[in-house]
């Protein structure tokens, strides 16, 4: 099979649909949708995100620098669900006495909050007009961000889930970002050791 950009685009468009339709394949929400919702944003988000490191070794790995445009499109997903994640937790979820006091009955809420404010920059720069106001550089750094929002976001998964369904799967996941991690710290490293 020969690789090209629709072909690509095809693929990344059919696993993000497939995800919104997934939930109404299955009767699960019906049950406690408010649970269900927040449970299913929630892993979708740290999913996405895992897709979205994915890509640069992807790229790597296949030779085909045009994967990069799918790190966006996985990245704004992540944002997205996340974005609902947040929304239900703040209008259904959270309990009358506050968010500071949720953070205290409920570290893990912690969490998922420092999650979702590294996720917004990244969101609101995912346009090529503000990459070029702040510069290509600077956009970068900026975009490092996503390294502590998986952190913060598979830390959140795995405090939640230690109570109840079990660590099993929070640690796949942080065990499968900290391989990326690894891949792209030493890129970085490999790479200075050119340079010099």
């Not at 999650?115 to 007009?129: D, R």
């Not at 929070?170 to 990326?180: K, P, S």
Request: proline content about 4%; hydrophobic content about 55%; some cysteine.
């Amino acid at each position: 099979m020969v690789l090209n950009k629709k072909k690509c685009l095809f693929f990344c468009w059919t696993i993000i649909i497939f995800s919104f339709v997934y939930p109404f394949l299955n009767s699960f929400y019906l049950i406690n949708p408010v649970e269900s919702i927040l449970h299913y944003s929630g892993q979708s988000s740290i999913r996405f995100l895992l897709l979205t490191l994915m890509i640069t070794p992807l790229v790597k790995f296949f030779k085909q620098p045009f994967f990069m445009f799918a790190r966006r499109i996985f990245g704004l997903t992540s944002f997205f669900y996340a974005l609902l994640h947040f929304l239900v937790y703040l209008f259904f979820e959270i309990e009358s006495f506050g968010v500071y006091e949720d953070f205290q009955t409920r570290p893990f809420i912690a969490y998922g909050f420092f999650a979702f404010f590294c996720l917004i920059p990244l969101a609101v720069t995912s346009n090529n007009n503000l990459i070029k106001k702040i510069g290509v550089k600077n956009w970068k750094n900026l975009h490092q961000l996503i390294y502590p929002a998986f952190a913060f976001s598979a830390f959140h998964y795995y405090f939640k889930s230690v109570s109840k369904e079990g660590p099993g799967l929070a640690l796949a996941y942080l065990f499968l970002g900290l391989f990326l991690l690894f891949f792209r710290a030493f890129k970085l490293s490999f790479r200075s050791r050119i340079d010099d």
